[in-house]
Nanobody
Framework: QVQLVESGGGLVQPGGSLRLSCAAS????????MGWYRQAPGKARELVAT???????KYADYGKGRFTISRDGAKNTVYLQMNSLMPEDTAVYYC??????????????WGQGTQVTVSS
């Protein structure tokens, strides 16, 4: 069974920084694109950033210049460095990954989410 586990959320003041991590575990043969999404109360889930296996990155406009996505292939982990955080960044952040397991077909998996709250 494949599992994604996020960590690194919390409460931070406006202008502060947080680094989120998401580790994939289980019977993993390969991981293609990994990404971060977020969902604020009363709003739909939205893209934050994605990174392909080859390292190509895509960001939502609101994150350009403030957020950086990266991954460690050896650790099956994706990171999201968030700087200059604003109250409107408050949301539950979810990671996802397109994974092919040794015993399963390629599928998209989601983590359980980690809360990020930006407030003074």
């Amino acid at each position: 069974q494949v599992q994604l586990v996020e960590s690194g959320g919390g409460l931070v003041q406006p202008g502060g920084s947080l680094r989120l991590s998401c580790a994939a575990s289980g019977s993993i043969f390969s991981i293609n694109t990994m990404g971060w999404y977020r969902q604020a109360p009363g709003k739909a889930r939205e893209l934050v950033a994605t990174i392909t296996k080859g390292g190509s990155r895509k960001y939502a406009d609101y994150g350009k210049g403030r957020f950086t996505i990266s991954r460690d292939g050896a650790k099956n982990t994706v990171y999201l460095q968030m700087n200059s955080l604003m109250p409107e960044d408050t949301a539950v952040y979810y990671c996802n990954a397109e994974i092919r397991g040794y015993w399963s077909a390629r599928a998209v998996y989601w983590g359980q989410g980690t809360q990020v709250t930006v407030s003074s």
